[in-house]
């Protein structure tokens, strides 16, 4: 147990539809990092924050949000479905932008 | 933009033998970080071993070991005296001093007995 929690594990939704993914980090940790992880592209590094301000942005569609909220604790919007988003979704936390990075287990979506 | 490369996309290994793990990455920084993960067949991402630019000794933890060729822009990921729980997929990882991370696409790494 990595000590970073993500919820909901699984989520099936449809196209068109908008979803939130949430994160908490480990305690102690100000960092939090979101990645994507499907099939064909590997695991590809959204964004993160660092004490409530984003700090490295990735490759981050324009239809996705993300905030780090005064308890550090992280949000993941995806709005405007299509069925290539798809994934599982990572969040991570660690005690600085470049110190290791504590994996949660990952949120699967679908989108049908 | 940083890249990440991992030229094997399949290692096999026998128990107790080691393997190498390949990985070359281009950057003009010079201050960065590089990484291992492990992703078993849960899905759940596991930090290997971390190591930072800056420093010339190469990182270890327990049965793995690094060398990084800061020159050659390499950072290979040595596993030694194989067991069955090393089967994963490994993934090489570099980030900036921002911490915007760049991941290669993953070497599988199959066990045999």
């Known amino acids: 147990d990595s000590g970073v929690t993500q919820t909901p594990k699984h989520l099936i939704t449809a196209t068109g539809q908008r979803v939130t993914l949430r994160c908490s980090p480990r305690s102690g940790d100000l960092s939090v990092y979101w990645y994507q992880q499907s099939l064909d592209q590997g695991l590809q590094f959204l964004i993160q924050y660092y004490n409530g301000e984003e700090r490295a942005k990735g490759n981050i569609l324009e239809r996705f949000s993300a905030q780090q909220f005064p308890d550090l604790h992280s949000e993941l919007n995806l709005s405007s479905l299509e069925l290539g988003d798809s994934a599982l979704y990572f969040c991570?936390?660690?005690?600085?932008?470049?110190?290791?990075?504590?994996f949660g287990p990952g949120t699967r979506l679908l989108v049908l | 933009a940083q890249t990440v490369t991992q030229s094997q996309p399949e290692m096999s290994v026998q128990e107790a033998e080691t393997v190498t793990l390949s990985c070359t990455y281009d950057?003009?920084?010079?201050?960065?970080?590089l990484f291992w993960y492990k992703q078993p067949p849960s899905r759940q991402m596991i930090l290997v071993i971390r190591q930072e630019a800056y420093k010339q000794q190469n990182a270890t933890e327990n049965r793995f070991s690094v060398n990084f060729q800061k020159a050659a822009k390499s950072f290979s990921l040595k596993i030694s005296d194989s067991q069955l729980g090393d089967a994963a997929m490994y993934f090489c990882?570099?980030?900036?001093?921002?911490?915007?991370?760049?991941f290669g696409a993953g070497t599988q790494v199959v066990v045999t007995p």
């Open positions: 950057t003009s920084e010079s201050d960065y970080y």
């Open positions: 990882a570099y980030s900036d001093s921002w911490g915007k991370f760049q």
């Open positions: 991570a936390s660690s005690v600085a932008s470049t110190s290791a990075q504590y």
